[in-house]
């Protein structure tokens, strides 16, 4: 395979896709859509494209096996989100390459893996690969702000996403040291579970002039105190366990054995107060808690009759949410309403002895021999959890060899994707895909 053609192809494809406006809101995903059908079209790759809601195109292609084995999914989002222009080095929707980088919004969420995925198929196509499963490719709408139009919908439109045995989604990746040798292959099988609260205090209004015990605003403050101050209890998950175990051989010798053992290591008080003062650390040990919106009164003299807080809050699969918010309420003092406005289902995370764990696994020991495959629990959402909640087999990762600064740009200013990275990473696709599906 000529490897330095195939990164032309793609670098090609993912500047033409990058150019291609699909910020959401509005989205306009149905032009991403229209640019994948094209190229599998051209390629003769069956190809469906959804459009549920004007303008939210997803697509489905699907590169036939003997069907021997069920599908694999290859699932990526067409949709990014804003840009703030003026704060970037280049226009985030020009596709410029600079210094061996391409930047641009969704240079890495998520464009670069629709664009490999994609090339994936490509490539075992060309090479007239044959496959005991079909390998299957969604690029979906909506899911920078919830999937409903993408994966939400056609988990129940679309019968062949939910027929799969796996699905690859992005998450996860190649962690790198500081000296660009790989430190960790961070792989996510689970995610924390939305659990999003309104609290409402009442009062009586008048005037700022005049303080008064029955101030909505004092009581929320107060209540509020006592809640964001909840030291939650662990809940340690067997991969949370198995993470710490994996990494315990990089920490500080003092640490190492609290890290093998993290259930123990967290019962003492000097290390648990280190190791949770570590906001990574601290989201997959415990159901947390985030004061993330305040309102209450609108002018400097007026005390109001009521005022809000939004709380969100992520729980552990499998922590129950009734007892959860008993322990909200314990909290809170009687008179403060609370209410559910959001939550996920708790699903358990995807089991890690299976074929495609392993050959993640065989690929990582043969390219970065040492490195250890890390399964993570995602604190944040993605659309894995439509997947999960069908049985579906699902790992978060991204085959992309990134630096901590380089994934802090997600979201961010000057979002941008080393060139080799598109190499790596269909490289390493078809191999896992050969290795599963051939
Ligand atoms: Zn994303």
Same mark, same amino acid.
């Given at each position: 395979m000529d490897w330095d053609k195939l990164l032309q192809e793609a670098t090609h494809h993912l500047q033409e896709y990058i150019r291609i406006q699909t910020v959401?809101?509005?989205?306009?995903?149905i032009e991403g859509a229209t640019f994948f059908k094209k190229i599998f079209d051209a390629e003769t790759i069956p190809c469906q494209v959804f459009e549920p809601?004007?303008?939210?195109g997803s697509i489905l292609a699907t590169l036939k096996g003997n069907g021997k084995k069920k599908p694999i999914l290859l699932l990526n989002h067409i949709d990014v989100v804003p840009a703030e +222009?003026?704060?970037? +080095?280049?226009?985030?929707?020009?596709?410029t390459i600079q210094d061996g980088y391409l930047y641009g919004r969704?240079?890495?969420?998520d464009k670069s893996m629709g664009i490999i995925e994609m090339m994936a198929l490509l490539i075992l196509k060309r090479e007239k690969v044959l496959l005991k499963r079909d390998v299957l490719f969604f690029a979906g709408a909506d899911e920078e702000t919830g999937g409903g139009w993408g994966v939400e919908w056609a988990i129940e439109k679309v019968p062949s996403l939910a027929e799969a045995e796996y699905a690859l989604n992005e998450g996860g990746a190649v962690i790198l040291n500081d000296d660009g040798t790989a430190d960790r292959y961070g792989v996510s099988n689970g995610q924390k579970v939305l659990f999003q609260l309104e609290v409402k205090a009442k009062g009586t209004s008048g005037h700022g002039s005049m303080p008064h015990s029955d101030n909505p605003n004092v009581k929320l403050v107060e209540a509020l105190e006592r809640v964001t101050k909840w030291e939650t209890p662990y809940n340690i998950l067997p991969v949370v366990k198995e993470y710490f175990l994996k990494i315990a051989? +990089?920490?500080p010798p003092a640490d190492r054995q609290f890290f093998e053992d993290i259930e123990k290591g967290l019962s003492d008080p000097a290390f648990s107060k280190r190791l949770t003062s570590n906001p990574i650390y601290n989201s997959i040990v415990r159901d947390t808690i985030s004061l993330t919106i305040l309102q209450g009164g609108s002018k400097i003299n007026v005390i109001p009759s009521e005022s809000t807080a939004s709380l969100d809050c992520r729980l552990i699969p499998g922590s129950s949410k009734e007892d959860f918010l008993k322990g909200v309420k314990k909290r809170l003092v009687d008179e403060i309403e609370v209410e559910v406005v959001s939550e996920s289902r708790s699903l358990p995370p995807s089991p890690l002895d299976t074929d495609l764990f392993q050959a993640i696994q065989r690929f990582a020991a043969k390219n970065?021999?040492?490195?250890p495959v890390v399964p993570l629990l995602l604190s944040g959402a993605t659309d894995s959890r439509f997947l999960r909640e069908k049985g579906v087999i699902t790992y978060d990762f991204c085959p992309f060899r990134l630096t901590e600064t380089e994934l802090k740009t997600e979201h961010g200013n000057d979002e941008r994707i080393a060139l080799e990275n598109l190499r790596f990473g269909m490289k390493m696709l078809v191999e896992i895909l050969k290795d599963v599906a051939a």
């Open positions: 959401n809101p509005p989205g306009n995903e809601s004007p303008g939210r +222009k003026e704060h970037w +080095k280049v226009d985030p929707f020009a596709g969704g240079a890495l969420d051989p +990089k920490q970065d021999p040492a490195c």
